[in-house]
């Protein structure tokens, strides 16, 4: 599969920072102080669900794992939380998110409640450069 | 990795009947007759995190892929919710849900929000059952 046809989706745009590009997915951060957030989306036109990526649903997870592995490190969260819903937005989307056992949502699911508290801007510019660092993706021109 | 040491964490044995053994997870199923409700459990002792599966992820993605496609058809849903949270029970387990855009929590995600209206005990019989002949997995013993 090619990258033809594919841009983000308008909301995704508008809800979230573009970090850089993986093989498969664009990754893009959620400005959110409470929940360091990332969120993969394959550049493939058309894709909906997991399974619509064929063979490439590997690849998808692959970097799933990655980005997870490097969101815990970074923040030092507890726990991962990992979810491809896509009722509001229906462009395949995979939210990637740290939460610690001391977080006001805990236990409960972040998805559904509205966003808490942004970062301010350095702090946020900050938290994307370290990603970047970490996944060795340059900034998007 | 082997199931060596490996057994369904009890809240999940409580929450959710058996419905098959994957090449690498349990499938469950909660009895939620509005959201027809899978869940994959790989058979692999203290696992939490989807990357501490390590090579195995990229076979767990197939699994989903594969369970997702299968509940779509099943259900002729609209959407697939596929979620790795584990913030009560730490065990690695993934929830694969059927959603409709006129069930009763549309657009919101089902996680977090309490189990509404159980299946008659026939009706969750026969969903298993259509998994389980869709997916050809045996009852386990």
Redesign the interface.
Known sequence: MSEAGWSVHPQLRNDAAPVGDLALSRVLSINDADYPWLVLVPRRANV????D?GDE??L???E???V??LL?EVTRCD??????????V?QLHVHIVA?WKHDPL????I???AVSRAYDAANFERFIGTIRSGLGVSELR
């Open positions: 909906v669900e997991i399974a990526l649903t590997t998808l997870m692959t799933i794992a990655r997870s592995r815990k726990k991962i939380n990992v979810a491809a819903i896509g009722n509001v229906p939460r805990w236990p409960r699911p998805w559904g409640v």
